[in-house]
């Protein structure tokens, strides 16, 4: 006689989109800058609660891909889908008025699971409308069209038959900024670049997963504790500090150059090399140069932008020596640096 034993698994990965301070280029600032509407706090690291920021009115859309996987006796039987999007909504304030727009949510799109041994990959696409309409000019009459750009998240969670599961942000609209959560609520990989001109522009029918074309999105590692810590305080503090611009291609710091600034990466991504080398590339968040001040003023690797990027930039002496070397020390091991 066969005992048939069987398991069920599920797994999530949460993408949470949401609009951070000075992401909103040209006339479009001006809604948020006077009050009318408003940026968004960044979420929270750990701990994330769909159903609570939603309330709070703490982001602009989540995509939660939900799936399960029913194990017999080792085998995968039968697999599907559980979640799907969740579209958030824009509080508006004219003056003595207060109105709540809804954002508009377009189809899920959840592409047939892909298998293989042992294994099982599932794709989502949630998105729509945000929640007030925004002027932007067309060739044709009224000239005028008073509709918002789409927004979009795609995601990607492979489950296997043993419990285990892994996770990507595969596709993305430009704007606003994604963050991603794995099945334990934590913070694990966040968009590296947003552009709002771009997105203002163009996502709209034809190019979003709707029509016929995603978006690529460059994903970056999470920064640590202490970057978060120290980039509130450098951002949110009274000592002096520059934000710059750079298109693509700039060299931030040149290996060999004297030096005394670190850099906040506040959007793009960042490469770092030494003699030509790539050692490793960071995202938003993450504090950049601080080896030169702890090791004789002179750089000793070169950051350079792959993409365009927006950067804060701070003397080395407002960070206490302490937390440099905490920093530096974290950066060797992470891009394999040697002394």
């Excluded at 729509?128 to 008073?146: D, E, K, N, S, Y």
């Excluded at 509709?147 to 979009?152: E, F, S």
Aim: proline fraction near 5%; glycine fraction near 10%.
């Amino acid at each position: 006689m066969t005992t048939e034993t069987l398991i069920r698994h599920e797994g999530l990965v949460t993408s949470l989109s949401w609009i951070p301070t000075e992401a909103i280029a040209g006339a479009q600032r001006l809604a948020f800058d006077s009050g009318i509407t408003h940026y968004d706090p960044p979420p929270p690291t750990e701990h994330m609660d769909v159903e609570a920021l939603r309330e709070e009115d703490r982001f602009r859309f989540a995509n939660e891909l939900r799936a399960f996987i029913t194990v017999e006796d080792g085998r995968i039987a039968d697999y599907g889908y559980l979640g799907g999007g969740l579209m958030g909504t824009t509080l508006v304030n004219l003056g003595a008025m207060k109105h709540r727009f809804q954002a508009v949510q377009l189809s899920d799109i959840q592409r047939e699971p892909e298998h293989g041994d042992g294994w099982v990959r599932f794709v989502q696409t949630c998105g729509g409308r945000t929640g007030v309409p925004a002027p932007r000019r067309v060739r044709r009459r009224p000239f005028v069209q008073w509709q918002a750009p789409l927004v979009w998240t795609t995601l990607e969670l492979t489950m296997h038959a043993d419990g285990r599961t892994e996770h990507r942000l595969i596709g993305a609209s430009r704007f606003p900024r994604h963050w991603v959560y794995g099945s334990d609520n934590r913070l694990s990989h966040k968009s590296g670049l947003t552009d709002f001109k771009d997105w203002y522009r163009k996502s709209f029918g034809k190019h979003s997963p709707w029509g016929d074309e995603d978006s690529e999105a460059l994903v970056s590692a999470v920064e640590s504790a202490l970057e978060t810590s120290l980039s509130a305080q450098l951002m949110q503090g009274g000592g002096k500090r520059r934000i710059e611009r750079f298109p693509a291609g700039t060299i931030l710091f040149e290996e060999g150059e004297p030096g005394s600034e670190v850099l906040l990466i506040l959007d793009g991504i960042v490469r770092v090399e030494r003699g030509g080398e790539r050692l490793a590339e960071y995202g938003p968040g993450a504090l950049l140069g601080e080896r030169a001040h702890l090791e004789g003023g002179v750089r000793t690797s070169s950051n350079i932008a792959v993409t365009p990027c927006r950067v804060a930039l701070f003397e080395a002496d407002l960070v206490e020596r302490s937390h440099l070397e905490e920093l530096s020390a974290g950066h060797r091991r992470e891009d394999g640096a040697r002394d």
